[in-house]
């Protein structure tokens, strides 16, 4: 029987690095949004996984929202950002809480910023799981951040490589031979 992390070339964060750093993350953001009521936003779906662990370190009052967005396919960035799916909430004078997978070009929340400050919310802030600096090519800053990531295609913990790996528990690299495949 075929598993999936058999095609994990290298780990770059094993779950108890994981755990510890988005337990940090919920306890500072308790801190920061004291007395806000801030609404996350969830970009599914890679954000899934990070946001479901983040949430349950969130010790303030606070609700949830979603929104659907595709811009890769493959490892390639397609530049456009297509809505599959918007919010349910009006975020009208509320404090926003975007929660990423990856910040990788920034095209993405670059994006959704500008889309959703016309709504008029509160504040925008960006608390992402990882974030990979040399690749910006669209200026946006994320407040919050667990790690730093090399320039490399990564998977798991929510990340996908053509929709598969998002289940491994912890993140890594592929082979080199299952990107050509
Ligand atoms: P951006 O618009 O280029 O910042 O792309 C952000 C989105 O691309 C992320 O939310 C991810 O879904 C996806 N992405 C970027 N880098 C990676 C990666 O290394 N592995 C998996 N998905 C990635
Ligand atoms: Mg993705």
């Known amino acids: 029987?075929?598993?999936?992390?058999?095609?994990?070339?290298?780990?770059?964060?094993?779950?108890?690095?994981?755990?510890e750093k988005v337990a940090e993350l919920g306890a500072e953001i308790s801190r920061d949004f004291e007395g806000k009521n801030p609404i996350f936003i969830g970009v599914l779906k890679g954000c899934w996984v990070f946001m479901a662990?983040?949430?349950?370190?969130?010790?303030?009052?606070?609700?949830?929202?979603?929104?659907?967005?595709?811009s890769y396919a493959g490892t390639t960035s397609t530049g456009a950002v297509q809505i599959q799916k918007d919010l349910n909430e009006s975020i009208e004078g509320r404090h926003i809480i975007m929660v990423e997978d990856i910040l990788d070009t920034g095209r993405t929340l670059n994006y959704l910023e500008q889309y959703l400050s016309a709504r008029k919310p509160a504040s925008i802030t960006i608390a992402t799981l990882m974030d990979k600096p040399s690749r910006r090519q669209a200026p946006v800053?994320?407040?919050?951040?667990?790690?730093?990531?090399?320039?490399?295609?990564?998977?798991?913990?929510?990340?996908?490589?053509n929709e598969f790996y998002r289940n491994l528990p912890y993140i890594g690299v592929l082979k080199p031979e299952i990107y050509m495949d």
Do not use: H, Q, W
């Open 1 to 19: 029987m075929a598993k999936i992390n058999e095609d994990i070339e290298r780990v770059f964060f094993t779950e108890e690095e994981i755990k």
């Open 53 to 70: 662990d983040l949430m349950r370190n969130v010790s303030i009052p606070c609700s949830v929202d979603f929104m659907a967005v595709k």
């Open 141 to 161: 800053a994320a407040r919050y951040s667990c790690f730093a990531v090399p320039d490399a295609f990564v998977v798991g913990y929510g990340l996908d490589y």
